[in-house]
């Protein structure tokens, strides 16, 4: 078993579970026991060796930077989507507005037509979820 | 998880850029190695790795300390994996992972390193099933652990672990008749 496989943080928590040698004993008793496995994490210990170069972690100035980068998106993504909040709400809010003074009937209609299709998506998403886990 | 790393963590949830910046570096070898192994293929296996740290970056403050940080790295990295393939059709997954196989295959090649058919095999072993078999029985968590890195109860996470060591044999067993 690779000397990494709990990350460079061993400790007691879940997920970091070697004994003193960095091994997992849950893995080793399958190891022996179950065919495929040791040579799957012979084949796996060996893509290690061969991918090391690639491995290796950029330096902390470039970590740094990326820090930046990335903050400087998430606010520009913040302030993007507080934007469009405002303007579909203040969109809703106007054609509400204008619905219920000019036309009351088709605000009235609007209004049950909301929670409707709610519930219709509500249902079809439960069904969607219930058929399979995922894919 | 270490007085100091706890120190570090402490730190990068309270602003410090530069601590952030260590821990991301202490684990970068880590998850890109995971990440190869889950993805069987290099360069999406980067790809994935960036996504992974800016995910850490803007998730840092959210991190409670339940689980290893490299646990969390490893939600975090498995989650966005499998949004990505998720959006991605079959023959799109097909291709790739064919692509990236035979890259790592020239890669063995070029260092003089002997192929091992065991991650031609690997490779052919579907999504849900292979990461619940690396997770068990190469990095040695436990059933419970998985379920919770995945998001499913345990029973699933253990019925996903044997179905894949299943079908990895079945797929040895082919190559070898093959």
């Known amino acids: 078993m690779t000397k990494d496989n709990t990350g460079p943080d ?5 997920g970091e579970t070697p004994d003193e040698d960095g091994k997992s004993k849950a893995a080793e008793d399958h190891a022996s026991s179950e065919f495929a496995l040791p040579e799957l994490i012979a084949g796996l210990e060996r893509l290690d060796r061969v991918y090391a170069n690639e491995a290796v972690p950029p330096s902390l100035g470039e970590l740094q930077a990326q820090l ?5 998106r998430h606010r520009r993504r913040m302030l993007r989507e507080w ?5 579909i709400s203040l969109f809703l809010l106007g054609f509400s ?6 036309a009351p009937p088709l605000y009235w209609m609007v209004q049950g037509l909301i929670p409707i299709a709610g519930i219709i998506a509500l249902v079809m998403r439960l069904g969607r979820k219930g058929r399979g886990e995922w894919r | 998880m270490s007085d100091e790393e706890s120190q570090i963590i402490r730190k990068a949830q309270r602003g410090d850029r530069q601590a952030l910046a260590q821990l991301l570096q202490n684990h970068y070898s880590f998850m890109y190695k995971y990440l190869l192994k889950l993805t069987m293929d290099p360069a999406l296996a980067e790809d994935v790795t960036q ?8 998730k840092i403050a959210l991190y409670n300390g339940s689980s290893s940080f490299s646990s969390w790295m490893i939600t975090i990295a498995t989650r966005l994996y499998i949004d990505r393939m998720r959006r991605r059709s079959r023959e799109e997954e097909w291709i790739r992972r064919e692509q990236g196989i035979r890259s790592i295959r020239w890669r063995f090649e070029a260092q003089g390193e002997e192929w091992s058919d065991v991650l031609d095999a690997l490779s052919r072993v579907p999504l849900p099933q292979r990461i619940a078999l690396l997770l068990k ?12 890195i995945l998001g499913i109860p345990e029973g699933t996470a253990k019925s996903r672990a044997a179905y894949g060591l299943r079908q990895l044999r079945e797929e040895l067993k082919e190559d070898d008749e093959g």
């Open chain 1, 97 to 102: 507005l204008l619905a219920i003074t000019s």
């Open chain 2, 51 to 58: 996504d992974t740290i800016v995910r850490c970056m803007e």
């Open chain 1, 83 to 87: 934007l469009l909040f405002w303007l």
């Open chain 1, 10 to 14: 061993n400790g007691n928590k879940w």
């Open chain 2, 137 to 148: 029985h190469y990095y040695g968590y436990s059933y419970s652990e998985i379920g919770r």
């Open chain 1, 68 to 72: 930046i980068a990335a903050s400087e």
